[in-house]
């Protein structure tokens, strides 16, 4: 797991907060850039299994990642008493991965068995208590070899007179190109060789726009719950120009028939419904349910439980259990099942028909005199968990968040 420096990075909050103003004494709101908080997240995740989509649906499907993300939000008020706020971020992968790397088998370790992406992102909102209402905007931009997206969104929520519930939309877009990086034995003499960074691939659009809508609602004191919907819409180049498909009714042998080919256009509807219960002063009981329908005929359905166990106002853990089932798309099938008749083909098994269980534990320590007597380092909690697929797949994933305050 990448190292983060907390000693160095406790200089660079130090200075932040020593640049920011205090609040004004005066009768109105602080009309000062002032900061509010900055966040640490970072995170290492380890899977393996055997049915890897760019060997065609077989092999290894060993993978690594590292990342971490970092973000600021800063805060000012106007003359007419609204809350602006503006939260800047920055995030980092790097993963290393084995079926990657089989997009040109002949290397020992080709560059596509690594990459790293970089994502900022800057958002803003302004909260007008008066009227009870909630605007933003934001973008963000996601740099990959064989990727890179654009995303915009917006967002607008209203709060009910007596604070009780609060509906909200968001709304979002995501511009993206694909590089079309094809198996090494299906590249056409002359092009696309197995120079990684030196190569000018072609590229293909993929554009995503969504609508999220929610409304939340404080039944009583120790009960709240929120209601999920949204849909997504999706239009271009929805294959993976490197994973295999390998037919039954094809030549045979190791090279690869043809490459995945699916619809350009998907359609995805969630539904969900969100609780937390609070059992007196120690215990809190969170569940969401969610269910996925999509017009690639993929159906799922996802729970999740966490338990809360405060012990002390300020120390708390958190075991949790997720469980998803999901249908498989109409045109997935394992490798040397498809037909050459068929229009669209795909042996990913990230769309075919499966259980899976994510289970583990977190613990939460926020003192008030802060972690290790420091005042600004206010937060810290530490996460693992544990990911079992019925198609053999299996991962892990530690992650470390750390607030400054």
């Given at each position: 797991?990448?190292?983060?420096?907390?000693?160095?990075?406790?200089?660079?909050?130090?200075?932040?907060?020593?640049?920011?103003?205090?609040?004004?004494?005066?009768?109105?709101?602080?009309?000062?850039?002032?900061?509010?908080?900055?966040?640490?997240?970072?995170?290492?995740?380890?899977?393996?299994?055997?049915?890897?989509?760019?060997?065609?649906?077989?092999?290894?499907?060993?993978?690594?990642?590292?990342?971490?993300?970092?973000?600021?939000?800063?805060?000012?008020?106007?003359k007419k008493y609204r809350?602006?706020?503006?939260?800047?971020?920055?995030?980092?992968?790097?993963?290393?991965?084995?079926?990657?790397?089989?997009?040109?088998?002949?290397?020992?370790?080709?560059?596509?068995?690594?990459?790293?992406?970089?994502?900022?992102?800057l958002n803003w909102t302004?909260?007008?208590?008066?009227?009870?209402?909630?605007?933003?905007?934001?973008?963000?931009?996601?740099?990959?070899?064989?990727?890179?997206?654009?995303?915009?969104?917006?967002?607008?929520?209203?709060?009910?007179?007596?604070?009780?519930?609060?509906?909200?939309?968001?709304?979002?877009?995501?511009?993206?190109?694909?590089?079309?990086?094809?198996?090494?034995?299906?590249?056409?003499?002359?092009?696309?060789?197995?120079?990684?960074?030196?190569?000018?691939?072609?590229?293909?659009?993929?554009?995503?726009?969504?609508?999220?809508?929610?409304?939340?609602?404080?039944?009583?004191?120790?009960?709240?719950?929120?209601?999920?919907?949204?849909?997504?819409?999706?239009?271009?180049?929805?294959?993976?120009?490197?994973?295999?498909?390998?037919?039954?009714?094809?030549?045979?042998?190791?090279?690869?028939?043809?490459?995945?080919?699916?619809?350009?256009?998907?359609?995805?509807?969630?539904?969900?419904?969100?609780?937390?219960?609070?059992?007196?002063?120690?215990?809190?009981?969170?569940?969401?349910?969610?269910?996925?329908?999509?017009?690639?005929?993929?159906?799922?359905?996802?729970?999740?439980?966490?338990?809360?166990?405060?012990?002390?106002?300020?120390?708390?853990?958190?075991?949790?259990?997720?469980?998803?089932?999901?249908?498989?798309?109409?045109?997935?099938?394992?490798?040397?099942?498809?037909?050459?008749?068929?229009?669209?083909?795909?042996?990913?098994?990230?769309?075919?028909?499966?259980?899976?269980?994510?289970?583990?534990?977190?613990?939460?320590?926020?003192?008030?005199?802060?972690?290790?007597?420091?005042?600004?380092?206010?937060?810290?909690?530490?996460?693992?968990?544990?990911?079992?697929?019925?198609?053999?797949?299996?991962?892990?994933?530690?992650?470390?968040?750390?607030?400054?305050?």
């Amino acid at each position: 797991m990448k190292k983060i420096c907390l000693p160095i990075l406790g200089m660079y909050i130090n200075c932040l907060a020593a640049f920011s103003q205090t609040a004004d004494s005066t009768s109105y709101q602080n009309r000062k850039l002032t900061m509010d908080e900055s966040n640490i997240v970072s995170s290492y995740y380890h899977q393996n299994g055997n049915h890897s989509a760019v060997t065609g649906g077989i092999g290894t499907e060993k993978l690594m990642d590292v990342s971490v993300a970092f973000d600021i939000k800063l805060s000012k008020y106007d003359k007419k008493y609204r809350k602006h706020s503006l939260d800047i971020g920055i995030g980092v992968d790097h993963y290393t991965s084995a079926s990657s790397d089989k997009i040109d088998p002949t290397t020992i370790s080709s560059a596509s068995h690594a990459d790293t992406r970089i994502y900022p992102s800057l958002n803003w909102t302004m909260e007008n208590d008066r009227r009870k209402t909630t605007f933003g905007a934001g973008a963000s931009v996601s740099v990959e070899f064989d990727y890179t997206s654009l995303g915009m969104n917006a967002q607008f929520a209203k709060t009910t007179n007596n604070k009780m519930g609060e509906f909200a939309v968001n709304v979002q877009a995501y511009l993206d190109n694909v590089k079309i990086i094809l198996p090494i034995e299906l590249r056409q003499s002359g092009s696309q060789t197995g120079h990684h960074h030196d190569d000018n691939y072609p590229t293909v659009s993929r554009n995503s726009f969504s609508a999220d809508l929610s409304y939340s609602q404080i039944i009583n004191r120790n009960f709240q719950m929120m209601f999920l919907a949204g849909i997504i819409y999706q239009h271009g180049y929805l294959s993976l120009p490197f994973h295999r498909i390998y037919f039954k009714d094809g030549a045979g042998g190791t090279d690869a028939d043809a490459i995945e080919k699916l619809p350009n256009n998907r359609v995805k509807i969630p539904l969900g419904v969100r609780a937390n219960y609070f059992l007196g002063d120690r215990f809190i009981l969170r569940g969401f349910y969610r269910f996925y329908y999509d017009t690639w005929k993929l159906n799922a359905h996802t729970f999740n439980l966490e338990f809360v166990y405060k012990i002390t106002p300020f120390y708390s853990i958190t075991p949790f259990y997720r469980f998803h089932i999901q249908s498989a798309i109409a045109y997935f099938a394992p490798k040397g099942e498809h037909l050459s008749s068929e229009t669209y083909y795909s042996s990913n098994y990230d769309l075919s028909a499966f259980n899976s269980h994510f289970f583990g534990a977190g613990i939460r320590l926020a003192p008030p005199k802060g972690i290790f007597g420091w005042k600004h380092f206010n937060m810290l909690e530490i996460r693992y968990g544990h990911y079992i697929k019925t198609t053999g797949m299996l991962s892990d994933i530690v992650s470390l968040n750390i607030r400054f305050k």
